[in-house]
């Protein structure tokens, strides 16, 4: 099994890069267990919640990752994931920073899945 930290960053630039090119196309990180919090409202199943993802207010969105930090979180080799950044959404000039925290969990394929995503704003 690759080492957390290294699947950590590896999962984090293909993420925020389909986020950034093509939300609506994330649907394969996803499960129908998993569970999107994004601003303190929920949404469970990986078709509930690339719909969330899909309706976002904007159309044009650029993540500018600032740290990343990752911990084993299972026996059965779930990785946590903290990001906080900065985005800009459409013609915006000042980004706006954020926090977003996934539980990635092993697909018994090789690969990880998102179990949990959380997202928020950071304002102040």
């Known amino acids: 099994m690759a080492n957390f930290a290294d699947v950590a960053k590896q999962f984090t630039e293909f993420y925020y890069n389909q986020f950034d090119a093509d939300r609506n196309q994330l649907a394969p990180l996803y499960r129908d267990n998993s569970m999107l919090t994004f601003e303190s409202a929920s949404v ?21 990752v600032s740290t990343l930090d990752a911990q084993p979180s299972s026996p059965e080799g ?28 092993p697909d018994g394929a090789g690969s990880y899945f998102i179990f949990n995503d959380i997202f928020k704003l950071v304002f102040g």
Not at 79 to 105: C, K
Request: hydrophobic share 45%; charged share 20%.
């Open 44 to 64: 469970a199943g990986a078709a509930g919640i690339v719909e969330k993802l899909g309706n976002l207010p904007f159309e044009k969105v650029k993540h500018q």
């Open 78 to 105: 779930g990785i946590l994931i903290l990001v906080t950044g900065a985005l800009l959404v459409d013609a915006e000039e000042r980004p706006m920073n954020y926090s977003q925290t996934f539980q990635l969990l």
